[in-house]
């Protein structure tokens, strides 16, 4: 077994902040059970704020980013979670305040692994990621609130985000007519090919008007943007719907009042991907490998980097130019 891992870490140094790619000892990669030798990690918009000194994200210096990893057990001191076991890690404090998935091995605790599910190998299910993990919970809430295929439109705010492309695929995949909302023009035939039904400008969904309540529209949302755009969802959605929300790139002030909810019996269901319960995240990711997998998932992934190209990997995610997802091969197969 080795006793060091390359990394890729972020961090202050007496020359500034810095990306670099460097070699930790395997008792340095924090606390836990697992160690995983890693095969695949993939790049979340919170992966490109802790590259950066502004993202206020990162809480150890240094830090391996990487909220999701997915690769093979090597050393386990639990029982319940066997050397050999191929596995899915995300969220909790991975990539935040503990050292994350862009490392040849990452240390976890066991009750932060996933099994691999049936039908899933690590490069599919980082290809999904904790992305495709977020629009899955937002999916699975919606349907549990009562959104059933043939319903009507079913929104998606961001659609060419990580998140948002996600949704797209996974709601066409379940028969949903999905209506893609982007502010980049050039991304329709390709949403199109994801499954949209229709795609429509961001600009439609952030009208001057604020009225309290407005036409009806939708049968269901899954919002990726917040502030004003979920505040005209709230009253643009059809009576008894609900919109799943998971993103605030649009601003954390929503202007909303009492009256979809009390008027129109609407929902509004918050969206938590890195503090899941175990047995709902298993059941999320069982779903994932069977009735919500994305049709199109190697559209969705627009871009593969390896190891070394870590250090400039993060500017699309941070200057918003990014569509779909961001696989990295740590030690997977080309």
Request: contains cysteine; glycine residues 12%.
């Amino acid at each position: 077994m080795t006793s060091s891992a390359r990394a890729f870490t972020v961090g202050r140094t007496d020359a500034g902040w810095t990306r670099s790619i460097t070699t930790l000892p395997i008792d340095e990669l924090g606390d836990g059970e697992v160690l995983v030798r890693v095969a695949y990690s993939g790049i979340n918009f919170k992966d490109g704020l802790a590259s950066s000194e502004g993202g206020r994200v990162a809480r150890i210096d240094p830090l391996v980013p990487g909220v999701d990893l997915a690769g093979e057990v090597v050393e386990s001191s639990d029982p319940s979670v066997a050397v050999g076991t191929p596995v899915i890690a995300h969220g909790y404090d991975i990539g935040v305040a503990h050292h994350g998935g862009f490392a040849e091995y990452a240390r976890v605790k066991s009750d932060w692994v996933v099994p691999m599910p049936a039908g899933l190998d690590a490069r599919q299910s980082m290809a999904v990621g904790t992305a495709g993990y977020t629009a899955a919970l937002s999916v699975d809430a919606l349907e549990r609130a009562g959104l059933q295929p043939g319903a009507g439109p079913v929104v998606v705010t961001g659609a060419t985000g990580g998140v948002g492309s996600m949704a797209v695929g996974m709601l066409a995949a379940r028969g949903h007519h999905v209506v893609a909302a982007t502010g980049k023009a050039s991304a329709a035939d390709w949403l199109r090919a994801l499954g949209a039904a229709e795609v429509i400008d961001r600009s439609e969904l952030t009208p001057d008007s604020m009225k309290p309540l407005e036409r009806e529209r939708w049968a269901g949302a899954v919002d990726c943007v917040g502030g004003i755009t979920l505040g005209y969802l709230l009253r643009t959605l059809r009576y008894g719907a609900s919109v799943a929300a998971s993103g605030l790139t649009g601003g954390t002030d929503v202007p909303a009042t009492v009256l979809p909810f009390i008027l129109r019996g609407v929902n509004l269901l918050g969206i938590n991907s890195s503090a899941t319960l175990r047995e709902p995240r298993l059941a999320v990711w069982a779903r994932i490998a069977t009735d919500l997998m994305p049709q199109h998932l190697d559209r969705i992934v627009t871009r593969t980097v390896d190891f070394d190209a870590l250090p400039g990997a993060f500017q699309a995610y941070l200057d918003n130019t990014n569509a779909g997802r961001t696989l990295v091969r740590i030690g997977g197969e080309t």
